[in-house]
């Protein structure tokens, strides 16, 4: 069996890797230069929350924790060898659940080329067919538009509505729900989204699910 992590996965020029402390000066550099496209659907902290890490280096050291204790998968993508966004695999639950929810961003420069619905659709396959979950949500903003994009070229299907779900730009929010379960892709998520012709013009960077606060 294929190991759940630390693992590297690659479809043609996307590379999902476990984000490392290497990456500063690049993740940086993209969160600086979207940081207006970005910032309005980022998570934070509300009052009374755990503080969040005040480094990129406390942030990787953090999620590469939480991975080793097996409640996160923390992605970055590469789009030719280059940094291009995170997608995590967040609130890992075993026992009768097994489920997590995912959240992601990317850097605009790398939309309209399919990206992040195939990154997520890698992430998916991997939690469903090596890690052994059996549920995967996503929650996303209704205004986030271009998220919701994504999941309707993965066909995810919404499953519910939450008020003042997650805490994003300093408030609580609402939230549209969109779920998935292993039996329902038994191909994985990758192949049907290639048989769907969805694979390209993908206007997403915006960031959903609640990826980690950064």
Same mark, same amino acid.
């Given at each position: 069996? $294929?190991?759940?992590?630390?693992?590297?996965?690659?479809?043609?020029?996307?590379?999902?890797?476990?984000?490392?402390? %290497?990456?500063?000066?690049?993740?940086?550099?993209?969160?600086?230069?979207? *940081?207006?496209?970005?910032?309005?659907?980022?998570?934070?902290?509300?009052?009374? %929350?755990?503080?969040?890490?005040?480094? +990129?280096?406390?942030?990787?050291?953090?999620?590469?924790?939480?991975?080793?204790?097996? $409640?996160?998968?923390?992605?970055?993508?590469?789009?030719?060898?280059?940094?291009?966004?995170?997608?995590?695999?967040?609130?890992?639950?075993?026992?009768?659940?097994?489920?997590?929810?995912?959240?992601?961003?990317?850097?605009?420069?790398? &939309? %309209?080329?399919?990206?992040?619905? =195939?990154?997520?659709?890698?992430?998916?396959?991997?939690? +469903? +067919?090596?890690?052994?979950?059996? =549920?995967?949500?996503?929650?996303?903003?209704?205004?986030?538009?271009?998220?919701? =994009?994504?999941?309707?070229?993965?066909?995810?299907?919404?499953? %519910?509505?939450?008020?003042?779900?997650?805490?994003?730009?300093? *408030?609580?929010?609402?939230?549209?729900?969109?779920?998935?379960?292993?039996?329902?892709?038994?191909?994985?998520?990758? &192949? =049907?989204?290639?048989?769907?012709?969805?694979?390209?013009?993908?206007?997403?960077?915006?960031?959903?699910?609640?990826?980690?606060?950064?």
């Amino acid at each position: 069996m $294929t190991t759940e992590w630390p693992v590297r996965l690659v479809d043609h020029e996307v590379t999902l890797r476990p984000l490392a402390t %290497g990456d500063l000066d690049a993740w940086r550099r993209a969160r600086q230069r979207n *940081a207006a496209w970005l910032v309005p659907w980022d998570a934070t902290v509300p009052p009374g %929350g755990e503080a969040r890490p005040t480094s +990129f280096k406390q942030l990787v050291r953090r999620l590469s924790r939480q991975a080793r204790d097996g $409640t996160t998968f923390p992605f970055a993508i590469e789009v030719d060898g280059a940094f291009a966004g995170q997608v995590t695999v967040n609130n890992i639950v075993r026992g009768s659940a097994q489920f997590a929810s995912v959240g992601y961003w990317l850097d605009q420069a790398y &939309a %309209g080329r399919g990206v992040m619905p =195939r990154a997520v659709a890698m992430v998916i396959d991997h939690c +469903f +067919f090596t890690a052994g979950l059996h =549920r995967i949500e996503i929650a996303i903003r209704p205004e986030n538009s271009n998220s919701l =994009r994504v999941v309707e070229k993965l066909e995810i299907r919404e499953v %519910g509505y939450a008020p003042k779900y997650l805490h994003i730009d300093g *408030a609580w929010r609402d939230h549209r729900l969109y779920a998935l379960t292993q039996e329902e892709v038994p191909d994985g998520v990758l &192949a =049907r989204l290639r048989a769907s012709g969805n694979l390209s013009s993908n206007p997403s960077t915006h960031p959903s699910g609640n990826p980690e606060p950064q």
